[in-house]
């Protein structure tokens, strides 16, 4: 019989959640090997990296595993809130589209302009130190504003309703501190406007000194004679100023776009306001039923205190892993938690500086040793990372390999058969994004050109008497210091009747692929020699 907690795990969490939280945070562990015999080193592994997803059985041998180890779980019963930054040029329409987030989604609105102008207008020291430089179209100096925002967002109805930061970060430096503090929203939106459109309007918004309120002489024109009477322009509203404004928002987009890469959402604002908005809400709805289903999944909790001290800081940032990864096709919910996965640990290893990276991703559809495998899966995470770094301003090179061999003896390995093809006619979005800032390629070293500044290799793999890593390392000779991602690479030899493959070079080949680090791991753990039921995961 399963204690209580369990049992409510049993018969109502698993089998309601799609996600199932980490007995705990991995970050005191060895790494994983891709070697690891599953069946006996099963009862080895360090039970804080072991994630039951077959719990719903009520033979599952994990259950009692776990009830010995005294884990009971507590269910969160309410949803945290909604964490929003909205960033984009002057006048992109940030304050307008935060009055209708902010009557839609009861978020406490922080707009760093409104702050400082408060303070301006009551004439206090910081009023008069920001002055200057907001008359100005500069940045008011970082501490004066990193100070105002830190301490509104410490305000009990900004934990308890949510934030809307508007305005902040305007600089590396600003994101940094936010990051530092481990403030972080759950969606950053940017609004996309032409320079052109901006400056008409910032020359042409009033606002109302009574209300608040925006208005544009000619978009949005005010309801009455009266109030139109008491409408003020902004004094850093001219053309020259706007013009310069603009420029420094440029110079630090790009920056600050880095932090929050893989939570951007870029919504075209150069439509009518109602028309922005909708985006805006379908976003942010989104992003709360996510939120909300994170919340309600299980938290398990570990009867050692200090243990789970030790651990909080990386479980605050661990989301749980999805079960029924046995049911197939995935939902699309699980490919996109696993890209979004895999697309944050490859970012964060891009950002650190590190060049040589391979992500390994075994979930069923992934695995071309099971008979799901589906090549879509794999095209749709390679699309997610290369789309994201291209957001960011990079030139990504997406490589298959060509065919191997020569004559009638030439083909390729049947994972990527066709791959390259499905690439080119792939949905690459509405902004162009192939054939500028995506390129599709092959590996070797005449595939790097000057302009690449990354390049993502789709599963490079050894083929019966054909070897890849010669092609791949002369094409990472020719990357240098440019990142380049091997995904779910298989680079072990592979023996051919002619027994040449096994032993010319073996360790050099080897050596190469091992110069390859690990930015994302993850495996399903099945008993020996069986591939159901799914007994857990490594991450
Ligand atoms: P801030 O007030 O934040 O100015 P901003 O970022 O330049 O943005 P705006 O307020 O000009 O425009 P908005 O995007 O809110 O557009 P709005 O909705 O009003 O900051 C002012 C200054 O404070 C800065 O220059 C700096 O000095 C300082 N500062 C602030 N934060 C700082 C920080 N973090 N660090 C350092 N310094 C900082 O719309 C604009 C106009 O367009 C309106 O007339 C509106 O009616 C119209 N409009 C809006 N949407 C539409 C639409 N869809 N179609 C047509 N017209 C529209």
Redo the contacts with the bound molecule.
Sequence with gaps: MLPASLSSLHSTNVRTSPYLSPLSSSSSLPSPSPSLSLAPSFSHLHHRRLVSFNTVRGNNPLATKAERRGLSVTCASTCEPLKVMIS?A????????CELIVQKFGLVHI????L??AEVSTGSEIGNK?KE??NA????P?EI?TAMVTARLSHEDAKTKGWLL??????FA?AQSLENLKIRPDVYVV?DVPDEILID??V???LDPETGK???LT??PPETEEIKARLVPRP?DTEEKVKS?LEIYKQNAKAILSTYANITKKID?N???EM?FADIESLLSQAKREKMKKTTAVKPVHEHKSQSNQASSSQDNWKGIPTRLNNIPHSREIRNYFYDDVLQATQRAVNDGRTRLKVEINIPELNPEMDVYRIGTLMELVRVIALSFADDGKRVKVCVQGSMGEGALAGMPLQLAGTRRILEFMDWGDYGAKGTFVEIGSIGANEVDEQDDMFILVAPQNAVGNCIIDDMKAMTDAAGTRPVILINPRLKDLPGSSGIMQTMGRDKRLEYAASFENCYFFRLLYYAGTQYPIMGALR
């Design positions: 984009g002057p006048a992109s329409g940030k304050g307008t589209q707009s760093t302009g409104d400082l102008r920001a430089f907001m179209g500069q940045l008011v970082d504003v508007d305005g902040y970060p305007r600089s600003q609004l309007r910032c042409g918004r009033r925006i208005y544009h978009n949005f850093d404004r604002g439509r009518p306001k922005v």
